[in-house]
């Protein structure tokens, strides 16, 4: 999700990418907040966030992208944990850390045109949305 918005806008730092490999599956495979969720706004707070950790001023400016970011993906795709997420697409948690489920979360089509790379889609091209118009671009 990163490197699609990284080759469309730039200015995403490989750094940034590479801190978000841990994202994926709903934080190390757990089901926890969804990865791509996650993912666009890394990329909105590459564009936006602070730079010192006592830029409280910055922090409270780089929540409201951030928060558009998080409503509009929960509205979109019907929650923001990928367990419930794994739910709504296909009736059940996958415990991605556990290799029988992994196997069958990917039986299931969980990296198939309708599972995960539509939620990674539809991250993407919200936090797009966002940080085009944040550069001043939509």
């Known amino acids: 999700m ?3 918005l990284q080759a469309k806008l730039g200015g995403i730092d490989q750094g940034v990418f590479k801190a978000g490999t841990c994202l994926s599956g709903g934080v190390v495979g757990r089901g926890e907040t969804c990865g791509a969720l996650t993912g666009g ?11 010192r950790l006592e830029d409280v001023e910055q922090l409270r400016k780089a929540r ?5 970011m998080y409503l509009r993906f929960k509205e979109e795709v019907g929650d923001t944990l990928c367990a419930e ?7 059940r948690t996958y ?3 556990d290799p029988a489920d992994l196997k069958a979360f990917h039986a299931a089509g969980g990296h198939g045109p309708d599972g995960c790379p539509t939620v990674c889609r539809s991250a993407a091209r919200i936090a797009a949305d966002i940080i085009l ?3 001043g671009n939509a």
């Open 85 to 91: 997420i794994h739910k709504i697409k296909f009736g």
């Open 133 to 135: 118009r944040l550069q």
């Open 2 to 4: 990163l490197a699609a």
């Open 41 to 51: 706004l890394m990329a909105i707070g590459s564009e936006v966030g602070r730079e």
């Open 64 to 68: 409201v992208p951030g928060t558009e």
């Open 95 to 97: 415990h991605l850390y």
